[in-house]
């Protein structure tokens, strides 16, 4: 190819907006940008100078996908700079939680955002026909999610009942009992999402990479954990984030990116199951052995992939966490926390990956510094390194099928873009 | 929010007025998918928000919600999967849908901000749109 020029404006289904900028010329790739010019949104300023309690209320607000990630986040690092230990009855709630979210965002990612591109539609609506009974099934596990959201978080969007310490509202052990019978039901729904993934072809891509998720020794870390690495023997404690992790900035984005070991790294669900995959749940372990998901995988685009796994897991584990609080009972839990000068971190694994909240309060309680690790921040580096390395595979295609191969490639990480643009140091002259 | 805090604009106007015991008010930043989750058992529907009409900002429209008004946008869109992206899959799903009508208001500028903000048009459009939606609500059987 003599010459290409490629400019997406506004990648299609991915949350937010980013461009990509190819230039090729006599097929040596002279130009390739990952851009991101959604404006910043201010929150980690915004937050200073708030009480702890208004925090969470604030940063869920970060974003309309994974705002329940952004609270644990947020409470996770509150508590420990408050010193609070949250109770097993509120961490099992949390991590139920959790789930409803994965559950609802992988659901929306891989069935409305991914799949259109393997049957060479434009979006889910042509697919309503050749493969309806798919199609419901994913609409019935958003729709459960969304439910689950509801009943535990108290508004399918943004949660109301989760605040530092604990919960303004518990569910009855009657609405627990009901939303196992709909997350036993909904497992024939995930197989059949499950076979149809196993029957698509993913796009052959590998690049070594160093892949960076929360880790615990006793279950498929969502919930808290120490930050592991495929480059790394041993994990690195939460509060030591920035040994690990080091942000940057390129002029071309509003986005900050990150690096550790090596230039790259990625997060979320691949980087999940690269580091997790022993702690998977059965039918997880039976979704990726059916969808040909082996660790260590390099491919990018399966990604995809290791989000259905994923809801498999969160499905079956909701089970598992609701008969654990059903045997315990439901308990009102009385709760008191003083305020305290502290810094506290915490860590979440949200559907796109790693997140990290990291707040120093005052001895009133207020937030006087505050730091976010975003998840897509830190695969924005990734996102481009994999461009430049798979455009050279596209070359001898069409500019049109160049373009969709690049944007599937975007699409693939389910970019929270939104999230990423949330921070701007600003020095008042 | 800026102009696309339309909807949830009116339902604050409204929330503050005693509507009809059969009348629940729904607000809030949701998707289309979950709307169609929402709507579901419901005799009719009223959607309210902020859409581009190719009109003068705070011009606004009430219509019934044909399929061949909702066209497919899977551009940049605040709930990411639209209001007429959900109702065309639930009709190609042969889902049952109530009737369902729609209150637009054609923006001048969408933005994120820490709070609702409104610019003047729009702020002019809510205040005619929840009027007209009380006299409607008051005025069915």
């Known amino acids: ?69 952004h609270t644990f986040s947020a409470i996770q690092a509150l508590e420990k700079a408050l010193g609070f230990e949250p109770s097993e009855q509120t961490l099992l709630l949390r991590k139920l939680l959790l789930h409803g979210e994965t559950i609802q965002s992988h659901t929306l990612h891989f069935g409305y955002l991914a799949l259109p591109d393997f049957f060479g539609a434009p979006n889910i609506i042509p697919l309503a026909q050749t493969h309806r009974e798919q199609v419901l099934a994913i609409i019935r596990l958003h729709r459960l999610a969304n439910e689950l959201c509801d009943l535990i978080g108290g508004r399918t969007t943004h949660p109301i009942t989760t605040v530092v310490g604990g919960w303004t509202r518990l569910p009855t052990e009657g609405e627990l009992k009901e939303l196992r019978r709909r997350l036993t039901e909904a497992i024939s729904d995930v197989k059949a999402v499950v076979k149809l993934f196993a029957s698509l072809e993913m796009p052959q891509f590998q690049r070594e990479t160093e892949y960076i998720a929360l880790k615990k020794p006793d279950e498929y870390a969502f919930y808290d954990g120490e930050i592991a690495s495929t480059d790394d023997e041993h994990t690195t404690p939460l509060p030591r984030y920035q040994d690990k992790i080091h942000e940057f900035i390129v002029p071309y984005s509003t986005a900050k990116r990150a690096r550790a070991r ?97 707040y120093t309060l005052d001895e009133r309680g207020r937030v006087v510094d505050a730091n976010m690790i975003i998840p897509t921040n830190q695969n924005h580096q990734n996102i481009e390194e994999d461009l430049k390395a798979y455009l050279p595979q596209l070359l001898g295609k069409s500019k049109e099928e160049i373009t969709l191969g690049l944007e599937m490639l975007v699409r693939a990480y389910d970019p929270c873009i939104s999230c990423s643009t949330h921070f701007l140091k600003v020095e008042w002259a | 929010m800026g102009d696309d805090g339309a909807g949830v604009a009116v339902a604050r106007i409204l929330r503050k007025k005693n509507l009809p015991p059969s009348a629940h008010l729904l607000e809030g930043e949701i998707d289309g998918l979950t709307l169609l ?17 190719g009109l003068k900002p705070g011009e606004w429209r009430a219509f019934d919600a044909a399929m061949d008004l909702l066209k497919i946008n899977f551009g940049p869109s605040a709930h990411q999967f639209g209001v007429g992206e959900a109702l065309i899959l639930a009709k190609k799903l042969n889902l049952y849908l109530p009737p369902i009508k729609v209150y637009a208001i054609q923006p001048k500028r969408i933005e994120f901000t820490s709070k609702l903000q409104l610019t003047g048009p729009t702020a002019k459009a809510v205040r005619a749109v929840a009027q007209a939606l009380l006299q409607e609500l008051f005025s069915q059987p």
């Open chain 1, 1 to 69: 190819m003599s010459k290409l020029d490629i400019n997406v404006h506004y990648v299609s289904r991915v949350e937010g907006h980013g461009n990509i900028v190819v230039k090729v010329e006599d097929n040596q790739v002279k130009e390739m940008r990952w851009e991101i010019p959604e404006a910043p949104r201010f929150f980690e300023a915004m937050v200073r100078g708030k009480h702890y309690s208004d925090v969470v209320f604030i940063i869920s607000r970060i974003c309309g996908i994974c705002g329940i990630g």
């Open chain 1, 262 to 358: 090596r230039s790259s790294y990625m997060v979320g669900a691949l980087a999940r199951f690269n580091i997790n995959h022993t702690k998977l749940s059965p039918l997880a372990q039976e979704a990726a052995e059916q969808m040909n998901l082996k660790p260590v995988c390099y491919n990018s685009f399966m990604n995809n992939v290791a989000q259905v796994v994923e809801v498999a897991h969160a499905v079956e584990d909701s089970i598992r966490l609701i008969d654990v609080l059903l045997t315990r009972g439901i308990k009102e839990e009385k709760v008191e926390i003083k305020p305290r000068p502290g810094r506290g971190v915490g860590g979440v694994e949200v559907p796109r990956g790693l997140l990290i909240h990291d």
């Open chain 2, 37 to 53: 989750e929402r709507i579901e058992g419901y005799d009719r529907v009223i959607i309210v928000d902020a859409a581009e009409m």
